[in-house]
């Protein structure tokens, strides 16, 4: 096969009308047409099938044939551009949210985002977390001054919608009932050591966070979640974060 038909035919595989590249030569009698097309399917189907194994929480929600189907769909639409295919699928929220089918789930595409998020820090580098010892020990006059590092494994997902309890009950968690309070939901996805947990933050925590990892001070942090909200409590958030262990380092900065 020459480079030329190898690149049609690669192009054709993924290609949304399915038809067979010219210059195919197959044995005597067999149709290149129908060869071709039960290769492609089996293409589609492997990635399909490989992109829908990252999402079982997904697949607890919706099905494994309606999450198939949009996995089909999501591969013809964006193929992968490596043989790698470790984070195969990371655009396949933004493709469910505007996906007609699944408008009545707004949720999904946000618990998809927290179980990519579970993914990546699973496969994140390991790092022994602070510990309570640390916090207590922790002299806080320099808290204006001194920042942290993040474990490697840590996400942020923020969502309008409750994803840390309609994770936790498609996990196996929680019991299944209905969710009478309704309510937006920050979740921490952290990974400290053999097992990825996933955690709702309190108030004002995703805000905190996110100022800690872009290099600001703790007491800069604080206040930007301050202003965002004054059910801020940097106690609860401070204990919450080692006890999570998300924190790896305390950095000390000269006063």
Do not use: C
């Not at 920042?147 to 997902?157: C, D, E, F, G, Q």
């Amino acid at each position: 096969m020459s480079s030329r038909t190898q690149s049609l035919f690669a192009a054709a595989l993924l290609s949304e009308n399915g038809s067979a590249p010219e210059g195919l030569v197959v044995e005597a009698g067999l149709s290149a047409a129908r060869r071709f097309a039960v290769h492609r399917n089996n293409v589609v189907e492997g990635l399909a099938r490989a992109l829908a194994s990252r999402f079982p929480i997904t697949e607890k929600i919706v099905g494994e044939d309606f999450l198939t189907a949009m996995a089909r769909l999501f591969v013809v639409e964006q193929p992968p551009v490596s043989p790698v295919l470790l984070d195969y699928g990371d655009g396949f929220p933004d493709f469910v949210e505007h996906f007609p089918p699944a408008e009545e789930l707004p949720y999904l595409p946000d618990v998809m985002r927290l179980e990519i998020a579970r993914s990546k820090a699973y496969h994140a580098a390991d790092v022994e977390p602070l510990s309570s010892h640390d916090l207590a020990t922790y002299d806080l006059g320099r808290f204006g001054h001194d920042t942290a590092r993040l474990h490697p494994s840590v996400s942020i997902v923020s969502s309008d919608h409750p994803i840390v309890t309609l994770f936790a009950m498609n996990a196996g968690e929680r019991s299944v009932e209905p969710i009478e309070n309704w309510q937006e939901e920050d979740a921490l996805v952290v990974r400290p050591y053999l097992t990825v947990h996933v955690h709702r933050l309190p108030a004002g925590g995703a805000t905190f966070l996110h100022a800690l990892a872009s290099g600001a001070t703790f007491a800069k942090a604080a206040d930007l979640a301050s202003t965002e909200t004054s059910r801020f409590a940097l106690t609860e958030n401070l204990i919450g974060l080692i006890g999570s262990g998300a924190l790896a380092a305390i950095n000390h900065e000269n006063q």
